[in-house]
């Protein structure tokens, strides 16, 4: 199947701070991509749904100005955490989707895991 | 809205089937998947249905799909130890089901 990576895989950061979260699609093109939040031992929550060369969706509730969202590339998306703070600590996945023979396929990357001091 | 529910926890012994149940409202739904996540790690896609198909057999994993009722299961037979994760399921709704919505997730739990 396609390959998803995440960048990085754990940052740890003091309050206030930017964090740049990279997600990328390793050996396929991705015109859209999707930004998850998960909390703890709870299911996952889109935030935001990412379109090449375009402005990002975000889902109600999800601050844009906080979690700024690039999609510069086919093969790359990324998300910046701004002025974070210790509610922003939380586990982020990405996803690329993949659409063939009228089937969508959503690959994931292997998250990445935010905490904020 | 859409909705898809799951219990959250499972419990069975090693060399078990576990069957883990998801319901879903969204009637127009496409696609429906079973993705697992380990600890600490993204999610896999283990398997997925069309939603004009009532069964799915992929070597210890048997998906059953009742359109009427809205309701999705996962059997895995032979339970191991390391099928203990979170069970995630998802349907792909939208026009062109191009759109996820996932259940909460059930933790299973594999005894020896």
């Known amino acids: 199947g396609a390959v998803v990576s995440q960048h990085p895989s754990r940052v740890i950061c003091k309050s206030g701070t930017s964090v740049k979260i990279e997600c990328r699609s390793l050996d396929f093109q991705a015109t859209t991509m999707f930004w998850y939040r998960q909390f703890p031992k709870q299911s996952l929550m889109l935030m935001a749904t990412s379109n090449e060369g375009s402005k990002a969706t975000y889902e109600q509730g999800v601050e844009k100005d906080k979690f700024l969202i690039n999609h510069a590339s086919l093969t790359l998306s990324t998300l910046t955490v701004t002025s974070a703070h210790p509610e922003d600590s939380s586990f982020y996945i990405c996803s690329a989707r993949v659409t063939a023979g009228g089937r969508h396929e959503q690959f994931f990357g292997p998250g990445t895991r935010l905490t904020v001091l | 809205g859409e909705d898809v529910e799951q219990s959250l926890f499972l419990s069975v012994r090693e060399g078990d089937s576990s069957v883990i149940n998801c319901t879903y409202t969204d009637s127009s739904s496409t696609y429906l998947y079973w993705y697992k996540q380990e600890p600490g790690a993204g999610l896999q896609l283990l398997t997925y249905i069309f939603s004009n198909m009532d069964m799915k057999q992929d070597q210890r994993l048997t998906v059953l799909l009742n359109k009427k009722d809205k309701h999705l299961s996962l059997r895995i037979a032979d339970t191991q130890t390391g099928d203990s994760a979170i069970y995630f399921c998802?349907?792909?709704?939208?026009?062109?089901?191009?759109?996820?919505?996932f259940g909460p997730g059930t933790r299973l739990s594999v005894l020896p």
């Open positions: 998802a349907e792909s709704i939208g026009n062109y089901g191009q759109n996820f919505v």
